[in-house]
């Protein structure tokens, strides 16, 4: 079946609305692409949830099944409301009629580009779930993917000097680098395989991909955070060492532990940049680099703790009990036992130089 022209696009808004994925508060109960018969593409997002509502999880992987607030205002919207775009008047949206209809009452116009971007849209979500009509944010940000949103404003006959793509970007004031950053800026946190490919989606195929070596986390948090993936952009140097070296940009894939609260805070942890890793030893070293010594040395304590268990009980137990080899190894666990404990003391004494 050939994919209908609009369909990345369809598909991108409805991954995009909510960085926090399928239970966040923006992500569409369902949402639907398609073609009517007069040949207008049209793409409907229905958002139902004026109620709580219970999402039961899988009881295999021992998930919890959790209860999702409600989104949409039930006296403004009593059944909910629709954001609807054709390819002919773009964006606009209308409340349902019933519980289970699937058709708004009447249609008002968004004041967004007709491709709009999916942050453009975003930021209008929570004045029209309150049923603020009256002051939503104007947006004129287009939706921009190489290959792909030339291709659909090419065919909803939108000038050139007014997209979002080509040669004429540097006329609106915006260049191949900012789109990049907006890209990546509007996805602070990608906890779903949709949000990132939407993500990916927008971003040049030649791009190089990088993973960063550590977990991030605020220290002593992450026993009882979330994890989601941090996407960032960081400064590259390709075909290094020759004469071809040019500076571009990548895309880096960082693992974040976020706390367990509302999605602003979480973003807000998602997108620190002097977040350490999580864990003793790589943490010691990134404290003890930047001379933060009390710190520092405290994780190496801990290290040397972790060493004990090592040596003391995972190596000991595949000896002899008793055997030379066995009390070697408590003699050694005992010796850094003792280290460990002289190293967290000197923490809450050396001071850096200044």
């Known amino acids: 079946m050939t994919e209908l022209p609009h369909q990345a696009y369809a598909d991108l808004i409805a991954d995009s609305l909510d960085p926090g994925g399928p239970s966040g508060p923006y992500a569409p109960d369902e949402y639907l692409a398609e073609r009517y018969i007069d040949g207008t593409l049209?793409?409907?997002?229905?958002?139902?949830?004026?109620?709580?509502?219970?999402?039961?999880?899988?009881?295999?992987?021992?998930?919890?099944?959790?209860?999702?607030?409600?989104?949409?205002?039930?006296?403004?919207?009593?059944?909910?409301?629709?954001?609807?775009?054709?390819?002919?008047?773009?964006?606009?949206?209308?409340?349902?009629g019933a519980e289970y209809?699937?058709?708004?009452?009447?249609?008002?116009?968004?004041?967004v580009d007709r491709l709009a971007s999916p942050g453009a849209l975003r930021a209008l979500l929570p004045a029209l779930f309150a049923g603020d009509t009256e002051d939503l944010p104007a947006s004129t940000d287009r939706?921009?993917?190489p290959g792909r949103s030339a291709q659909l404003a090419a065919q909803l006959a939108l000038a050139p000097q007014d997209a979002a793509y080509g040669p004429e970007e540097e006329a609106v004031g915006m260049t191949d680098a900012d789109r990049l950053r907006a890209a990546v800026a509007a996805v602070p946190m990608a906890g779903t395989v949709g949000q990132l490919r939407a993500l990916l989606e927008q971003l040049p195929d030649e791009m190089s991909l990088w993973l960063d070596d550590h977990h991030r986390a605020l220290p002593g948090e992450?026993?009882?955070?979330?994890?989601?993936?941090?996407p960032s952009l960081v400064?590259?140097?390709?075909?290094?060492?020759?004469?071809?070296?040019?500076?571009?940009?990548?895309?880096?894939?960082?693992?974040?532990?976020?706390?367990?609260v509302g999605e602003e805070e979480r973003a807000a942890v998602a997108t620190r940049s002097d977040l350490p890793p999580d864990g003793e030893h790589a943490r010691a070293a990134y404290f003890l680099e930047r001379g933060e010594l009390r710190p520092g040395l405290k994780?190496?304590?801990?290290?040397?703790?972790?060493?004990?268990?090592?040596?003391?009980?995972?190596?000991?137990?595949?000896?002899e009990t008793g055997s030379d080899a066995h009390q070697a190894l408590q003699v050694e666990t005992e010796r850094i036992t003792q280290a460990a404990a002289r190293v967290s003391k000197l923490a809450d004494k050396v001071k850096a130089a200044q």
Not at 50 to 79: F, G, I, M, N, S
């Open 42 to 96: 049209v793409a409907t997002y229905y958002f139902r949830r004026t109620q709580p509502r219970r999402v039961q999880r899988d009881p295999d992987l021992r998930e919890l099944d959790v209860v999702l607030e409600p989104v949409v205002d039930a006296k403004a919207w009593p059944h909910g409301l629709t954001l609807y775009w054709t390819s002919s008047e773009g964006w606009q949206y209308g409340p349902l």
């Open 101 to 111: 209809e699937d058709l708004a009452d009447w249609h008002e116009p968004l004041p």
């Open 143 to 145: 939706w921009y993917q």
């Open 222 to 230: 992450s026993d009882h955070d979330a994890l989601t993936v941090h």
């Open 235 to 260: 400064g590259v140097v390709s075909e290094a060492g020759t004469e071809a070296a040019r500076k571009e940009h990548g895309l880096m894939l960082t693992q974040v532990y976020v706390p367990r």
């Open 299 to 319: 994780d190496v304590a801990q290290s040397l703790m972790d060493l004990t268990y090592l040596v003391g009980e995972v190596a000991a137990g595949y000896v």
